[in-house]
């Protein structure tokens, strides 16, 4: 099992992106996703999970600006992040909670990471 983050870049202050993570390989099912975001010289931090249900969870600091979705049709998670902020800097990651169809077992995978930067 994969998963393959993408859609980071520099924005200015104000502006949005989309992120997107695809999972690829051998998956039977999926239970949360998620993206978390880990700012040079500080821990990876929780940005916004969606359960298996739908229901979703945001950190304070970005409820209002940031929505995550998922298409289970697709495999993907997406982050769509508005009103960005210098603070929002950050290497993205995403991570997912998979069965794999390989050994049925369920494990945490993570992305590579994508790069966002906000600066003007």
């Known amino acids: 099992v994969q998963l393959q983050a993408s859609g980071g870049g520099l924005v200015q202050p104000g502006g949005s992106l989309r992120l997107s993570c695809v999972a690829s390989g051998s998956i039977s099912s999926f239970d949360s996703m998620g993206w978390y975001r880990q700012a040079s010289g500080k821990q990876r931090e929780l940005v916004a999970s969606?359960?298996?249900?739908?229901?979703?969870n945001y950190a304070d600091s970005v409820k209002g600006r940031f929505t995550i979705s998922r298409d289970s049709a697709k495999n993907t998670v997406y982050l769509q992040m508005s009103s960005l902020k210098p603070e929002d800097t950050a290497v993205y990651y995403c991570?997912?909670?998979?069965?794999?169809?390989?050994?049925?077992?369920?494990?945490?995978?993570w992305g590579q990471g994508t790069q966002v930067t906000v600066s003007s």
């Open positions: 991570n997912a909670r998979i069965l794999s169809g390989a050994t049925m077992k369920w494990g945490g995978y």
């Open positions: 969606i359960g298996a249900s739908g229901s979703t």
